[in-house]
Structures are given as structure tokens and as C-alpha cells.
């Protein structure tokens, strides 16, 4: 399975990095980026046909955690060792190459995990070029190469690794046993110019070039069509609009549709934020439809799903009102990668690329980010011109508030939630902490608590707020918030907000919990 095929290619140089199952292999994408070099990621079962292109200009080959003594452990298209493409294997990749040209491959005695120290054992190393003799590299492994044929020249030994570099410049065939992708690889990122340039790479992709090259990839794909967006305001689908309006004009339609369960004055700051470009957005007050649909649900599952539905319903009655014969989505690649199942990743965002519509709508897809990780959209987003404040939005979620009220949802509990959400986001801002945290909001449980204002009792609702910091939002950790800034957020909440009376900050990380409450 391919993860992304070559029609969705169109940089004009292209690394392809085969995956092997290591949970670093997004991140070799990720890293050849930031030496300015375009990697797409495939799955382990592709052919040399599959992945060869003009563009094609090195292949790399991943980590992972079988052992290549194991019966069905991945193997790679002969073709491939082949092709003349330089190659450069890491870890589990180097021991395939290893195998494949008759070296020894050694089960170590135990696993290798963490930081080694390297030494480089020869002056014109194309992979160590410019380096120390000595260099901290990232170990883990369970098996490695401890002798190979003549035919590559062992360029760097670690204590326990005998072959923890080996190259072949005839063969244009590299392989290390270390992770040049983790940041604790000192020189990783100068190891994988190295090998860019080898390959012979300009190493020119940046925000800029993408914006250019991607503009004109639309106009291609899109013709004279039409194409309709969902704008949601979050950074991925306002990033996506920006760039389409700067390809087609107004032959874009975005649509934005208000399900009533969105942030305080969302709306507004988006019709705000859109002003300076004079995009085409067609505004859909469809809360009464959303209130009306989720009234007495409150199962989780229920909730997602009839929301999604009604979504789906109000979008397609108003595409239908145009002759569009697109639908552009803000699909990122961490999408494509998780959608397509890597590493047994699962799919989050289902209801954020409204599933189902495009066949629903006999629509063709255009997904200009797709490609892109979140950093880069936010890089592309900026030169663009997207208000700073637009790019450096935390994520929000499709269901909207309503997975942030657990139980029933209706107006009132959402009037109290966005009040409440609205003070802590303000607090978070202009207090610094709203980017060192990578989500930020307010949950309104269904409990109501006894409380005493002045003289009188209370009985309102106990809200609590929840904090996390994120690389990917796999994983998060609850954020550090300082006691004086909950303690200001806390009171505020209670003076202002009328309908809470309790704050409460949510220590748990995720895992065991998620980062939403439903
Ligand atoms: P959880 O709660 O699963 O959230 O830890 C991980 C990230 O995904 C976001 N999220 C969603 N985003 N549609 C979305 O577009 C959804 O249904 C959805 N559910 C969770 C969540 O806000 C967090 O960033």
C-alpha cells in the first residue's frame, strides 16, 4: 500500500522513505524538511515501480522493530537495492542491506537503547562530512551488523556495534545503525544533508516554493471549476482557503457553518480575520438545527455521530445550492499518515474532513495540505498573511463544545461554557501561557455544587479547566498553569461567569485520559 501516490507527488525533488514500522519514521519526514528536503512516507510493501519518478532522488529506509532473522518480517523490493537511486538505511533498514549484500547480522545480546558515543573511522565519510571524529548518536536496536563485505567501507563503530556505519559510494548505498532523525543524534540532521546532497538535492523546499508550486498544481487539478471549503476558522481549513482564493479567486465558495456550539464570538472573529482578503464565504446559521438534533442525547457516541449527521445534511443543502464539482479539505499529512493506519495510529479526525460527502455530492477531493505537517501549515499560513493570531490557534475540535459539555447539551449550558472558556483563553493570553500550551479550554460538567456568595447560598454548576501540553495530541501532559493565574482565572469565572459557582484544574495526562471529555 502506498501511502501517498505519485499523482499527489508534485514537488519537483522527492525522497522516498520507506517505513518499517518505527515509530520514528514520521519524524524522518519531519527532519528532512527542516533541511529543506521533501520525504514522503511509504508502507514496507512497495515496489520500485511504485515509488520511481524525475523527482525521485534518494530512497531511505526506516527502522522498525522486527528482526530480519524473523519468517514474514518486511522485506524490500530487490529492485529497489537496484535501482541506482542513493539509498540510505537506518537501523532495521540497515540490517536488510546488510543481509541482502551477504554481511553478518547479530542478534545483540541485549537491547541497545539510548545514547551512544560514535567514532568515525574515516576522513571522507560522505555521511559524516564536516563532522567530528567523535559524535553522540541515538541507539535502539535489538539486532545489528557486525561484519560486512568489502564492497562498503565501515565508516563508524560504536563500543558494542562493530558496523554502526558503512557506505558504498560506487553503489550509492549508506546504512547506520543510529536514529538520525532524534534530536539526541547530535549532528542528525548535517548526517541527512549529507546524504540530500549526495543524492544531489537542492534542498529548496520551503514555505514559499510550496506556495508557488501548489498554486499551480491547483489550477490544474481545479480548471475553470468551482470548489466549495467548510471554514471552520481553525488553522488547517483557513490555511487551505487562503491558498485556493490565491489559485482560483472566487471560483472558491467557503462555507461556514455556525452549529451554535462554537467558541464565544467565534464567528465575528472569523468574518474579522477573512476581511483583507475578500474571500467568498457563505455564513449558515444552522444552530436551531444542531440544538434541535441534540436534544435529550447525552451518550457520547450519539452525540459525535448525530452531529456529524446534521453537519453533513446542512453542508450538502448548501452545496447543492452551487454548481461546484470540488470539495477542498484541510486534510494535513499527519492526517494521510493516521487515516492510512501507520503504526497502528488511529484515526481522530473523521468528522473534521466530513466523511462521506464527497460521494454524497459527486465531488472530486482537492486537499492543498496534504503534504504538509501542522508546522508547515502554520509557516505557509503566515506568509500568506493569516492574522498571527489565526495561525497560532490552539486545535478545536468538529463536535465543537459539545464535547466539552458531558450529558445534555442545549443553549444555556453552551451561553455559560463560552463565557467561562472566553475568561481562561484571555487569561492564558495575555499572561504568555497560551503558547506554551498546546490545547487550552474549559469543560462545564453536569454537576451542580453548593456555594456561598455573600450571604447567599448558591447551587450552580462546577466547570474545570483543562490545560495540556502536546508534541502530536497522542500523547499530552497537563500543563504546569502557575497558582496566581488559576487562582485569577478561578475567581473571575465565579464573579462573571452566572451559572458556575466551582473551578476545578484537570491534572490527568493522556494517556489514561484523553484530552476532550467525551
Ligand atoms: P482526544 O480527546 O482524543 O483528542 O485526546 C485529541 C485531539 O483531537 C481533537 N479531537 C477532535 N478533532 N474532531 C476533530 O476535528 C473530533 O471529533 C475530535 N475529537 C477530538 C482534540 O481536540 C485534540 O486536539
Known sequence: MVILNMSDSFHHERIA????????????????????AFGLVYSSNVSFEDIQGPDLKG????????????????RLDPQILKSGTPILGICYGQQLIAKEFGGNVHRSKAREYGKASIDVLSDDSVLFRGLQSSQQVWMSHGDHVESIQNTFKVVGRTASVPVAAMESES?????????PEVTQTESGLKILKNFCDFSGMNCDWSSENFIEEKIKKIHDQVGKDLVILGLSGGVDSSVAA????????????????????????????????????????HWIDASEEFFHGLSGISDPETKRKKIGAIFIEVFEREAKKLNAKFLAQGTTYPDVIESKGIGG?????????????PERLNLKIVEPLRELFKDEVRAVGRTLGLHPQMVARHPFPGPGLAVRIPGNVDREKVRILQEADSIFIHELMISGWYERTAQAFVVLLPVKTVGIMGDERTYEYLCTLRAVTSEDFMTADWARLPYDLLEKVAQRIVNEVKGINRVTFDITSKPPATIEYE
Not at 171 to 179: E, N, P, V, W
Not at 260 to 280: D, T
Not at 345 to 357: C, F, I, T
Request: charged share 20%; net charge positive; aromatic share 8%.
Open 17 to 36: 522513505v520507506i517505513d518499517f514500522g518505527s515509530q520514528y519514521t514520521r519524524l524522518i519526514a519531519r527532519r528532512l524538511r527542516e533541511v529543506g
Open 59 to 74: 530512497i531511505i529506509l526506516s527502522g522498525g522493530p522486527s528482526s530480519v532473522f524473523e519468517e514474514g518480517a518486511p
Open 171 to 179: 553503489l550509492k548505498i549508506f546504512a547506520i545503525q543510529f536514529h
Open 242 to 281: 487562503l491558498l485556493l482564493h490565491k489559485a482560483i479567486g472566487s471560483r472558491l465558495h467557503c462555507m461556514f457553518i455556525d452549529t451554535g456550539l462554537l467558541r464565544l464570538n467565534e464567528r465575528v472573529q472569523v468574518q474579522e480575520s477573512f476581511e483583507p482578503f475578500a474571500l467568498h464565504v
Open 345 to 357: 495510529a488511529v484515526l481522530v479526525k473523521s468528522h473534521h474532513n466530513v466523511g462521506g460527502l
